[in-house]
T-cell receptor, first 116, second 114 residues
Framework: KAGVTQTPRYLIKTRGQQVTLSCSPI?????VSWYQQTPGQGLQFLFE???????NKGNFPGRFSGRQFSNSRSEMNVSTLELGDSALYLC???????????????FGPGTRLTVL | AQKVTQAQTEISVVEKEDVTLDCVYE???????LFWYKQPPSGELVFLIR??????QNEISGRYSWNFQKSTSSFNFTITASQVVDSAVYFC???????????FGTGTSLTVIP
């Protein structure tokens, strides 16, 4: 079974630009979560989608948004990029149907975003 | 407030030594789940274990063991006879039955020196 895939793996952008990251979950997984990982901060939760609906959102500004498609693939978008947005963005999928609490999350390799 | 605390930022041990990674969590839910993940240098997080709040039995899997103590809100991870391949960042995480979010600690970077 293919794992979680994320594209692109690396991105270099400049301040003020916008970026879209893509995530394809494991087949059969309908829950997709996004995290931002920076040194010293660990993994910061961005949002979680299930069946095309955002169920939960972390404490990030409105410049960070996401969506999920009917095939469970998900995208996240960051507008008006800032230097502090440089990070590894991780996507995770799980089998969760109702609450996501029980099911372990399977992570993709991440997208390394560098903002210059 | 931080729901998961991993106070050890970095640990270095010599190969074959035992090492314990600490994890302290905070929740008001009576039903919750605790997880450990490993992030090797390649970057992809790997699931290691899940425990639910009603099962305080310790678990052993090969060289890995986990000690879950509700009384101290801790879920510690021990690697016995460490190996160089154990070098990675280890994350502890909490999810609450009432929510749809995982709370991760800031991770412990383990270096095993040959």
């Amino acid at each position: 079974k293919a794992g979680v895939t994320q594209t692109p793996r690396y991105l270099i952008k400049t301040r003020g630009q916008q970026v879209t990251l893509s995530c394809s979950p494991i087949s059969g997984h309908r829950s997709v979560s996004w995290y931002q990982q920076t040194p010293g901060q660990g993994l910061q939760f961005l949002f979680e989608y299930f069946s095309e609906t955002q169920r939960n959102k972390g404490n990030f500004p409105g410049r960070f948004s996401g969506r999920q498609f009917s095939n469970s693939r998900s995208e996240m978008n960051v507008s008006t990029l800032e230097l502090g947005d440089s990070a590894l963005y991780l996507c995770a999928s799980s089998l969760a149907t109702g609450t996501s609490a029980y099911n372990e999350q399977f992570f993709g390799p991440g997208t390394r975003l560098t903002v210059l | 407030a931080q729901k998961v605390t991993q106070a050890q930022t970095e640990i270095s041990v010599v190969e074959k030594e035992d090492v314990t990674l600490d994890c302290v969590y905070e929740t008001r839910d009576t039903t919750y789940y605790l997880f450990w993940y490993k992030q090797p240098p390649s970057g992809e997080l790997v699931f290691l274990i899940r425990r639910n709040s009603f099962d305080e039995q310790n678990e052993i899997s090969g060289r890995y063991s986990w000690n879950f103590q509700k009384s101290t809100s801790s879920f510690n991870f021990t690697i016995t006879a460490s190996q160089v391949v154990d070098s990675a960042v280890y994350f502890c995480a909490l999810s609450e039955a009432t929510g749809n979010q995982f709370y991760f600690g800031t991770g412990t970077s383990l270096t095993v020196i040959p």
